[in-house]
């Protein structure tokens, strides 16, 4: 599993790598690394539109949120992301995004734990009843640009194959809506089978090589 950065710890350390993943994707949707070299693809690319629409005020602010974001993903171990980024009609546009990261109990420990924990603490439970995931939802207000919204975190862990229930792919979905609208409304609803669908689809590869 790789991060774009390189070989992971546990390949300089002589360890085995862990397997490469991937996910079906809606429409528009990519994915992407947290990395400075990513994020100034990301803001070319945003720089662009704005600058096309006549609103460098506007890009400045978001490009601000955007290293914010990046800084953000990588204090939180982030390994990938997935984000809509395309300019079609067609694309699925949701206020959010998809992040991927690792997690590991404390030394010689498995996920059970973990997913004890998950399950005492937040009502967790199998992805459509796929016993592979571990599921929750998480619902919050947030301050952003002045403003609050109400936040919607949906969590999925799932064992590393090869890894003895010691290591597990976090994915975690976030996306906001107005602090007036109910969690169960019509667009929270679609958002979030949007991204259980998208977790859903995990498929794992053998490693490849950086090299």
């Known amino acids: 599993m790789h991060s774009g950065e390189g070989s992971t710890l546990r390949e300089q350390l002589g360890g085995t790598p862990d397997p490469d993943f991937e996910i079906k994707l809606p429409t528009g949707w990519e994915r992407r690394s947290p990395d400075d070299a990513d994020r100034e693809r990301f803001e070319a690319g945003l720089k662009q539109r704005f600058m096309r629409m006549q609103r460098p005020d506007l890009f400045a602010q978001v490009r601000e949120m955007l290293r914010e974001s990046y800084d953000g993903m990588r204090r939180e171990g982030a390994i990938a992301f997935y984000t809509a980024t395309g300019e079609s009609q067609d694309t699925a546009w949701v206020p959010?995004?998809?992040?991927?990261?690792?997690?590991?109990?404390?030394?010689?420990?498995?996920?059970?734990?973990?997913?004890?924990?998950?399950?005492?603490?937040?009502?967790?439970?199998?992805?459509?009843?796929?016993?592979?995931?571990?599921?929750?939802?998480?619902?919050?207000?947030?301050?952003?640009?002045?403003?609050?919204?109400?936040?919607?975190?949906?969590?999925?862990?799932?064992?590393?194959?090869?890894?003895?229930?010691?290591?597990?792919?976090?994915?975690?979905?976030?996306?906001?809506?107005?602090?007036?609208?109910?969690?169960?409304?019509?667009?929270?609803?679609?958002?979030?089978?949007?991204?259980?669908?998208?977790?859903?689809?995990?498929?794992?590869?053998?490693?490849?090589?950086?090299?």
């Open 96 to 211: 959010g995004s998809l992040v991927v990261s690792l997690r590991r109990p404390p030394t010689g420990e498995t996920l059970d734990g973990l997913v004890k924990h998950a399950i005492r603490e937040y009502g967790a439970a199998p992805l459509f009843g796929d016993t592979r995931f571990v599921r929750f939802e998480q619902q919050k207000k947030v301050t952003v640009e002045g403003g609050t919204i109400a936040q919607t975190t949906i969590v999925y862990l799932t064992p590393i194959p090869g890894s003895k229930r010691r290591r597990a792919l976090q994915f975690t979905a976030s996306f906001g809506r107005p602090v007036e609208a109910p969690t169960d409304d019509e667009r929270g609803r679609a958002y979030t089978s949007l991204f259980d669908l998208m977790v859903s689809t995990l498929r794992w590869h053998p490693p490849t090589s950086d090299a």
